[in-house]
């Protein structure tokens, strides 16, 4: 499989900025950390009119009989093995509302 793609997704590709925290003292990672943190919201900033739009259209489809898949990285710590894998309980509890 081909994954030279990949790295043409923004969130996937290298981040120059922690290229060598496995190298750097503990302060310096938690730092680095918290400052990559902080350029979620500027990221996210950038898109509001895009992220309105894809509201948007979710609703309309949800309205239209559709369905919302929902998909994430990870697996976070309050979940079991199996538990809410594919379904949203949040993200979808607030498209209902929108509905």
Known sequence: ???TGI?????????PRT????????????????SEDQQVPLA????LPELAHAVEL???RLRSGGKVHYFRAGRHHGHREGHGRGRARHPVGLLRRLV
């Open 58 to 60: 979710v609703v309309h």
């Open 19 to 34: 290229r060598d925290i496995d190298l750097l003292p503990s302060d310096e990672v938690v730092s680095l950390l918290n």
């Open 44 to 47: 996210v900033a950038k898109v």
């Open 1 to 3: 499989m081909d994954n």
């Open 7 to 15: 790295y043409q997704v923004p969130t996937e590709a290298p981040n």
